[in-house]
């Protein structure tokens, strides 16, 4: 039940420029003076992302992911403009991906 000021955590410095508020002090204790960081790589992200309200993936699908093989979706649903799936693989079992990141490939019947 007490608080004691620490020193933020040096991962801050790497934040990109235009996510931050410039009124907080860096890591050093300085304002930053960084040029602002390419922001196509933040955006290529944002573009991969579906725009429908419909999931792509349905219970009972089976799909292959490049790590962890063969499984089958158990649920989906839409949240924060991307698709979440459940897949159980024998491999490793129960996983929640998100669609935009996890490159499934849908496997034929």
Known sequence: GYSEPIEPSRYL??????LVDETQPTRSGRRSSRPA???????????SVQSSDQPRFHPGLRVMHNVWGEGMVLNSRIQD??????IFFESTGLKR?????AKLEVMEK
């Open 13 to 18: 410095d790497d934040i990109p420029v235009d």
């Open 37 to 47: 960081p390419r922001t196509d790589r933040w955006q290529n992200q944002k573009a």
């Open 81 to 86: 403009d991307d698709e979440i799936v459940d």
């Open 97 to 101: 991906v998100a669609a935009s990141l």
